[in-house]
């Protein structure tokens, strides 16, 4: 499914990372895996993750440096990076936080903690996955009983303009390309043409204008859609 979060695993031990991935796939996400630092720096620039897990101690590009380029890079300084280190001391803590990571595990860490963070990166990142409910205006949007009110109306909304609105309240302000939208709301591996994207927020602009209020949504000429 396309709402489905994404997550990096950059390990460069392979037990280490096949246990990562299979309790990350347990909660359900998609999870990509890199072996060193070079190799994750590459599939973030392919396929952008929602949060990354990071180790630090890697040969030839250590964690700390993978984390510095991600947040020195506008493309990608806004990803969650959550970094694993068996470094214990505070010095080594904030070190590894003043260079961008957004938390530091220490191993040997439990697994339902470090599910936990993931969580709680995923629910800055995209509250939907995580089943919170998103307001703008006088819009709600209730991931969990997949239900959207405008004031005190019940909005009538199939599943694609939900995904699609997802999308739109989690980021208000940004503009999203068709490609980007057609990523996000359908899925990378899903061929569907730019124009379908079109029809859909189309769609969306009517559910959402049902109850005569104003349509939030805007076109950006040439560059794609925005809430607000």
């Known amino acids: 499914m396309s709402q489905q979060p994404h997550i990096l695993v950059i390990e460069d031990e392979a037990a280490q990372r096949e246990i990562l991935s299979y309790n990350l796939e347990s909660e359900g996400y998609r999870v990509s895996k890199a072996h060193d630092g070079e190799e994750g720096l590459l599939i973030v620039a392919e396929d952008a993750p929602d949060v990354i897990v ?39 803590k904030v070190r590894g936080l003043e260079t961008g990571a957004d938390d530091y595990v220490v191993k040997p860490y439990s697994v339902s903690e470090l599910m936990a963070r993931v969580r709680t990166q995923l629910r800055r990142v995209r509250p939907t996955t995580v089943g919170e409910v998103l307001t703008y205006d006088d819009i709600t949007l209730d991931a969990e009983t997949h239900r959207v009110t405008r004031g005190e109306t019940d909005l009538k909304i199939g599943p694609t303009e939900f995904r699609l609105l997802a999308t739109f309240m989690e980021k208000p302000g940004r503009v999203w390309s068709r490609e980007l939208l057609l990523d996000r709301v359908w899925g990378r591996d899903v061929y569907v043409d730019t124009r379908t994207v079109d029809v859909h927020v189309g769609r969306l602009r009517k559910a959402l204008t049902q109850t005569g209020g104003d349509d939030p949504l805007r076109t950006v000429r040439g560059a794609g859609y925005a809430l607000g």
């Open 54 to 92: 990071l180790d630090w101690m890697m040969p030839h590009l250590s964690g700390i440096e993978v984390c510095r380029r991600l947040k020195s890079r506008s493309a990608t300084r806004t990803i969650p990076v959550i970094m694993l280190s068996a470094k214990s001391e505070e010095v080594d």
